[in-house]
């Protein structure tokens, strides 16, 4: 149980274009869900947090007009990185927290973004 | 200061050898903690869950916490080449929201 998905898992994107990531919680619903990124050799860092039903929550520095993240459902979660730019090239991973009051986080296996 | 320090090694061990991974913090505010195995190019992957000061063991690992020194460890007995990850210590502030606080990792090779 507990498993999370990411769709897709790898994606090369031109620069100026736009860029959607989803995250699905398959075998539970999740009250929450979180967008972290990380560099190479390096933790991952917090970007926002997403609620069904409500606007996310951005980390201090993360530009929500760039990483525009919809929670539509308890399975679902989209990010998506507008007119991407080289510097946004990272491993972007989502977490979800189970409907049980508790605070384990399932991640996903990660999305590899190469903008050129 | 960071609010949660891990050596970030690499750290290179003989197969079946005990390995030893920590954590330390400052804020007092953390109650519930983590430790994360990652693969290379891989999410993190959830090992063990603890909320209170003591040990809880699952199969070859066991995780310790001691809040009055504000310290965590990992251990990993009779450790195999499959264990080699990084593995990353997590804490919670429940009046944060569930946000976890990352260390930075620790790169873990386990020698056949």
């Known amino acids: 149980g507990a498993v999370v998905s990411q769709h897709p898992s790898r994606v090369i994107c031109k620069s100026g274009t736009s860029v959607k990531i989803e995250c699905r919680s398959l075998?539970?619903?999740?009250?929450?869900m979180f967008w972290y990124r990380q560099f190479p050799k390096q933790s991952l860092m917090l970007m926002a947090t997403?609620?069904?039903?409500?606007?996310?929550?951005?980390e201090q520095g993360v530009e929500k007009d760039k990483f525009l993240i919809n929670h539509a459902s308890l399975t679902l979660s989209t990010l998506t990185v507008t007119s991407a730019h080289p510097e946004d090239s990272s491993f972007y991973i989502c977490?979800?927290?189970?409907?049980?009051?508790?605070?384990?986080?399932?991640f996903g296996p990660g999305t590899r973004l190469t903008v050129t | 200061q960071k609010e949660v320090e891990q050596d970030p090694g690499p750290l290179s061990v003989p197969e079946g050898a005990i390995v030893s991974l920590n954590c330390t913090y400052s804020?007092?505010?953390?109650?519930?903690f983590m430790w994360y195995r990652q693969y290379s190019r891989k999410g993190p992957e959830l090992l063990m869950y603890?909320?209170?000061?003591g040990n809880k063991e699952d199969g070859r690992f066991t995780a310790q916490v001691d809040k009055s020194s504000k310290y965590i460890s990992l251990f990993i007995r009779d450790s195999q080449p499959s264990d080699s990850a990084t593995y990353l210590c997590?804490?919670?502030?429940?009046?944060?929201?569930?946000?976890?606080?990352f260390g930075q990792g620790t790169e873990l090779s386990v020698k056949p």
């Open positions: 977490s979800a927290v189970p409907f049980r009051g508790i605070y384990e986080q399932y």
């Open positions: 804020n007092s505010a953390f109650q519930y």
């Open positions: 997590a804490m919670i502030n429940p009046t944060e929201g569930g946000k976890l606080i």
């Open positions: 075998d539970f619903q999740a009250t929450t």
């Open positions: 997403s609620n069904e039903g409500s606007k996310a929550t951005y």
């Open positions: 603890t909320y209170s000061s």
